[in-house]
């Protein structure tokens, strides 16, 4: 009998794991999403722990993160979404070998195959540009923390994520500051949509100074994330970075990004009050996450002061 190498064993331990995810996620549209509502954090985290245990890390964070849909109006039909996702990704992966080669990739990082950094840089895309930092954020990942810096193309106006994790006894590395440009040539994973990204070479140091990274309108940013949902239908959060837009608030007290025309996005979270700060009833450039939920503000250009992290 032909031993199996450590690749072909993990990848046999991965269909199993989806496979019993299959199960589980049809399981759960039989049942009913009513159960959902009342159902222990232990049913996501039971469900996730198998998928660690069969080397599918990235697709076990996912599912656990379904405890944290919000129990708010129309709930069911967000979490109804999320398993359907999950098993395109399911369906995807089991037929990986006709896919084609970006969405291949995008499948393998979905569900937790690793690129090794050196295979990044030596054959990654590579594009060089005047890079602007849009924005910074820290999450937590079980005993790790991820840092997002999310960057912006001056001249390609192309977005770019720099993403690096940390263990608890762990320093992190400064993150340069918001607001900050220099020029680099940045090396792209594999994916439909390359947005995670390495410093491949460095060309100057970190400059600040007035002015904001180029922006759009709120129409404009939702063109350009639809056209990348459609390259990753998996994709849970984008940058976007807006110019020109004043804060609002609507009849339910909600706030929101508007720009000139009178488009506008729902800010997520808590009222920034930093961000109310800043803007000052004024028109500023905003940069922050998109995600299903809305806008995560993450950095405030104000003519006199510069870039205000949130």
């Not at 080669?101 to 050196?118: I, K, M, N, Q, S």
């Not at 960057?151 to 940390?166: C, D, K, Q």
């Not at 439909?192 to 940013?221: I, K, S, W, Y």
């Amino acid at each position: 009998m032909r031993d199996l190498g450590t690749g072909e064993r993990r990848g046999r331990r991965v269909d199993d794991g989806l496979a019993e995810l299959d199960r589980w996620l049809r399981d759960q549209v039989a049942h009913g999403l009513a159960r959902a509502e009342r159902a222990p954090y232990r049913l996501w985290d039971d469900a996730a722990r198998r998928l660690v245990d069969a080397q599918a890390g990235a697709l076990a964070g996912r599912v656990r993160a379904l405890a944290g849909v919000p129990r708010e109006p129309g709930w069911p039909g967000r979490l109804l979404a999320e398993y359907a996702l999950l098993r395109l990704l399911v369906r995807a992966h089991r037929r990986r070998d006709g896919l084609p080669a970006g969405l291949r990739g995008t499948v393998r990082a979905r569900v937790g195959f690793p690129v090794a950094r050196d295979d990044v840089l030596r054959g990654g895309e590579r594009v060089r540009d005047r890079w602007w930092v849009a924005g910074t954020r820290d999450t937590a990942q079980d005993v790790l923390t991820a840092r997002r810096v999310w960057l912006r193309g001056e001249r390609t106006g192309r977005p770019a994520l720099l993403l690096t994790f940390t263990g608890p006894n762990d320093a992190p590395e400064p993150a340069p500051p918001a607001g900050a440009r220099f020029e680099a040539e940045l090396a792209f994973y594999p994916g439909a949509l390359p947005l995670r990204a390495l410093v491949a070479e460095r060309f100057t140091a970190d400059e600040t100074g007035p002015g904001a990274p180029p922006g759009t309108g709120v129409r404009e940013f939702l063109d350009e994330h639809a056209a990348a949902v459609a390259r990753d239908p998996w994709l849970d959060r984008y940058p976007v970075t807006l110019s020109g837009v004043r804060l609002a608030r609507d009849a339910a007290g909600g706030l929101f990004a508007a720009d000139g025309p009178g488009d506008a996005l729902p800010l997520r979270g808590p009222v920034p009050w930093t961000l109310l700060a800043v803007a000052g009833g004024e028109r500023v450039a905003l940069a922050g996450e998109w995600t299903p939920r809305g806008l995560r503000p993450l950095t405030a250009w104000h003519p006199a002061e510069g870039a205000v992290p949130l």
